[in-house]
């Protein structure tokens, strides 16, 4: 069994809705969750260079498919660039990296991972998490340099993450060809409402990350709100009888909105996808509603506070919200 429903695209290419998202698993852990998430019937993997794990991710994928079930042609791969890599030169030089570390001959998606720009270097030195910034470079020159991969046909689609409307609004007035989807942090205490009706305006679809808000995040600090144990979140989930990180899930999918789920346990991962196949229920209205309405918490687990001086750093509420 696979996951049967998708999304279309704005370049009439369809997306698988569930995506295994691969942040924070070792290269050696990740072989394993790709091969279990596979047979369980994941076929939308969710890579980024920064995550260090692309070539285990690429033995993991090559391990299955050399059992012949799946074919290349099943698999929908996505894949960042990282900001050390925006300049143009450097962009198909880093696209062929990741190919090439997935063993997947071409990517199904590649985003832009975050609107600015970091010094390049050398991407063999292993200092992944060093910023040093550099706002002369511009995310157009790197978009533009983007559409070409699309022409060589070593990608299919490409899109951007962590952008802003203002952001996507000067893409959009360049672009050969316009980006296909968003990728951002979403869940209700980032509702991205306000975005979300951007991007449905100018036909790009929104992907969600830290769905479930992240909780096993290593910056966590003591007074950080937890979404998963929210008491609106578990007053729908005792509705429904089921578990919080169900309603988290379906706050996504029931928005048609893309929606990416870590986990490198089995279970896990079998839960989260039977979620998605079963689709017993889904929000009304007046859940929506009362998630809206009753959670006043605004809060980003995702905030890049490293770069917060970059010119093109896209987040504007630096002071979260967080009612006593």
Not at 229 to 245: F, G, L, Q, R, W
Not at 278 to 288: A, M, P
């Amino acid at each position: 069994m696979s996951s049967s429903k998708s999304l279309l695209l704005n370049n009439n290419l369809e997306i698988p809705q569930l995506a295994l998202g691969t942040y924070a698993t070792s290269d050696e852990e990740i072989i394993n969750v790709v091969e279990t998430a596979l047979t369980v019937g994941y076929r939308h993997i969710d890579c980024a260079w920064i995550y260090g794990n692309e070539k285990g991710i690429g033995q993991g994928l090559i391990k299955q498919l050399n059992k012949g079930e799946i074919k290349r042609s099943d698999l929908y791969l996505t894949s960042k660039l990282w900001c050390t890599f925006h300049k143009s030169e450097r962009v198909r030089q880093q696209c062929l990296a990741t190919i090439n570390d997935l063993q997947c001959q071409y990517l199904d998606l590649f985003l832009i991972h975050w609107p600015f720009a970091f010094i390049d270097k050398d991407p063999s030195e292993n200092n992944r998490d060093e910023i040093r910034l550099a706002d002369e470079i511009d995310f157009i020159e790197t978009w533009k340099a983007m559409e070409l991969l699309i022409d060589e046909g070593l990608v299919k689609s490409i899109g951007l993450s962590n952008f802003n409307e203002e952001q996507i609004e000067r893409i959009l007035q360049i672009c050969k060809y316009k980006p296909v989807v968003n990728q951002v942090e979403i869940h209700p205490y980032c509702p991205q409402i306000e975005l979300e009706n951007f991007c449905k305006k100018h036909q790009i679809l929104l992907e969600a990350y830290a769905p479930l808000g992240a909780k096993d995040r290593s910056w966590k600090n003591e007074n950080d709100p937890e979404i998963l144990e929210d008491k609106t979140i578990k007053s729908i989930a005792e509705k429904y009888n089921v578990h919080p990180a169900s309603i988290l899930l379906h706050y996504i999918i029931d928005r048609n909105i893309i929606c990416i789920v870590k986990s490198s346990n089995y279970q896990r991962i079998k839960d989260n996808f039977n979620l998605f196949q079963q689709n017993q229920f889904q929000l009304t209205q007046e859940d929506f509603n009362k998630i809206h309405d009753e959670i006043k918490i605004r809060f980003r687990y995702y905030k890049m506070t490293d770069a917060k001086d970059a010119k093109q750093h896209p987040f504007k509420d630096w002071q979260d919200f967080i009612p006593q």
